[in-house]
């Protein structure tokens, strides 16, 4: 009669305890194949147990293949090839220090972590869960939610003046992610040029999609003339402003540059604006995707540095004549940014918390550099 000490299960339930117990000794061959098992009733008066849990026990056996059931007969031991040595696994936890981890990444840092405003955004999420209940709960648009791609539109045009149709608009888990899809749009094949030096996980990410990268030195102004030049590179992926870890800004003459390039060229550039936001003093500085009349440029934003490098939210606006080819490499990959979090940022923007955020920090910077 098979014998197991219950004592010994801790908080597992008794009809799994049983099933593991007898699934143990069918694959280290202690019950043989074609040996026969007590009687469910037999078993469970045996062990003490009710019946019910000597069922529970032999169907789990029954439905992985350890033991059959045969006709007026009762279960038998199925034939297991088990491969290898079957050994006792230690099943302790070594539980991870649940202490905030601080990340290294200088392009991040900035005023805006200690200044952002928790009671306005978590006041928000709390509103957003209230009126939209269960469509919270449907699965994203692969592009994003239309909620969100309309107030990032609005929001561009209204505080940035830059035009782009919410169509165009892709919303994605962060730079990084976007990064891949630029990948998976333009091709693996071609060569992308990153200023040098540059934030060092744009590299990583081109080259561990396999895509081949060449490094462009960087002068005062952005990439030296005499290396835009000459590179081989299909696609130019540039921080016009605050480039990182530089600090350069393009001038307007090197943007027309770059935008000549890819003009002539017949190719495209990713305009990487990770800091635009923070402009100081004046107006905002007029982006490459504004300057572009040959629908030449991809422009990249997150709201990670912005916001919060835990909100792991950017965006993507496409030229109109990448549309379609996007649609064909991208388009059927699920978007990786919870509903939740993208409504409640959409309200964010559409009640003005968002451009009342960036004022402060921007406040708050300008008297900085007063003092």
Same mark, same amino acid.
């Given at each position: 009669?098979?014998?197991?000490?219950l004592?010994?299960?801790?908080?597992?339930p008794k009809y799994y305890?049983?099933?593991?117990?007898?699934?143990?000794?069918?694959?280290? %061959?202690?019950l043989?194949?074609?040996?026969k098992l007590p009687?469910?009733?037999?078993l469970a008066?045996?062990? !003490?147990?009710?019946?019910i *849990?000597?069922?529970?026990?032999?169907?789990?056996l029954?439905?992985?293949?350890?033991i059959e059931p &045969?006709?007026?007969s009762?279960y038998y031991v199925?034939?297991?090839?088990?491969i290898?040595?079957?050994?006792e696994?230690?099943q302790?936890?070594?539980m991870?220090?649940?202490?905030?981890e601080?990340?290294e990444d200088?392009?991040l840092?900035?005023?805006?972590l200690?200044s952002?405003?928790?009671s306005?955004?978590?006041?928000?999420? &709390?509103?957003?869960i209230?009126?939209y209940g269960?469509e919270?709960l449907?699965r994203?648009p692969?592009e994003?939610?239309?909620i969100?791609?309309?107030?990032?539109a609005s929001?561009l045009?209204?505080y940035?003046g830059?035009?782009?149709?919410p169509?165009?608009?892709?919303? %994605?888990?962060?730079a990084?992610h976007?990064y !891949?899809?630029v990948?998976?749009?333009?091709g693996v094949?071609k060569i992308y !040029?990153?200023? /040098?030096?540059?934030?060092?996980q744009?590299r990583?990410?081109y080259e561990?999609t396999g895509?081949?990268?060449?490094?462009l030195?960087m002068?005062?102004d952005g990439i030296?003339s005499?290396?835009?030049a000459?590179t081989r590179?299909?696609v130019?992926?540039?921080?016009?402003?605050h480039?990182f870890?530089?600090?350069?800004?393009?001038?307007i003459g090197?943007r027309?540059e770059?935008?000549?390039?890819a003009?002539?060229?017949?190719h495209?550039?990713?305009?990487?604006?990770f800091?635009?936001e923070?402009f100081?003093p !004046?107006?905002?500085?007029e *982006?490459?995707?504004m300057l572009? /009349?040959?629908?030449?440029?991809?422009?990249?934003?997150t709201?990670?540095k912005?916001?919060?490098?835990?909100?792991?939210m950017?965006?993507m606006i496409l030229?109109?004549?990448?549309?379609?080819r996007y649609k064909k490499t991208?388009?059927?990959?699920?978007?990786?940014?919870p509903?939740?979090?993208q409504?409640?940022?959409?309200?964010f923007?559409?009640?003005g918390?968002?451009e009342q955020?960036?004022s402060?920090?921007r406040r708050?910077q300008?008297?900085?550099?007063e003092?």
């Amino acid at each position: 009669m098979l014998t197991y000490n219950l004592e010994q299960r801790n908080d597992e339930p008794k009809y799994y305890y049983i099933y593991k117990m007898i699934r143990r000794d069918i694959e280290r %061959g202690k019950l043989k194949k074609g040996e026969k098992l007590p009687s469910k009733r037999s078993l469970a008066e045996h062990l !003490g147990i009710s019946l019910i *849990t000597v069922e529970n026990a032999y169907q789990m056996l029954k439905d992985e293949g350890y033991i059959e059931p &045969r006709e007026r007969s009762g279960y038998y031991v199925c034939e297991i090839h088990v491969i290898g040595e079957m050994k006792e696994q230690n099943q302790q936890l070594h539980m991870l220090p649940e202490i905030p981890e601080e990340i290294e990444d200088g392009r991040l840092q900035n005023a805006a972590l200690s200044s952002f405003p928790y009671s306005l955004y978590f006041k928000t999420v &709390r509103s957003v869960i209230t009126e939209y209940g269960e469509e919270l709960l449907y699965r994203s648009p692969n592009e994003g939610c239309a909620i969100l791609r309309n107030s990032i539109a609005s929001y561009l045009l209204r505080y940035r003046g830059l035009f782009a149709q919410p169509e165009q608009i892709i919303i %994605g888990s962060g730079a990084e992610h976007l990064y !891949g899809t630029v990948v998976r749009i333009l091709g693996v094949d071609k060569i992308y !040029g990153i200023e /040098d030096p540059s934030y060092h996980q744009i590299r990583k990410v081109y080259e561990g999609t396999g895509a081949t990268c060449e490094m462009l030195p960087m002068g005062e102004d952005g990439i030296r003339s005499d290396v835009l030049a000459q590179t081989r590179a299909d696609v130019l992926h540039v921080t016009p402003f605050h480039s990182f870890p530089s600090g350069v800004t393009a001038t307007i003459g090197k943007r027309y540059e770059y935008l000549e390039w890819a003009r002539e060229k017949h190719h495209f550039i990713v305009e990487d604006d990770f800091d635009s936001e923070f402009f100081m003093p !004046g107006k905002p500085v007029e *982006t490459l995707f504004m300057l572009d /009349d040959s629908s030449s440029v991809i422009y990249i934003n997150t709201f990670s540095k912005s916001l919060s490098p835990s909100i792991r939210m950017g965006y993507m606006i496409l030229p109109e004549r990448l549309m379609e080819r996007y649609k064909k490499t991208s388009g059927g990959f699920s978007c990786t940014v919870p509903v939740l979090e993208q409504y409640a940022l959409a309200e964010f923007i559409n009640k003005g918390y968002f451009e009342q955020h960036l004022s402060r920090v921007r406040r708050k910077q300008n008297h900085k550099m007063e003092v």
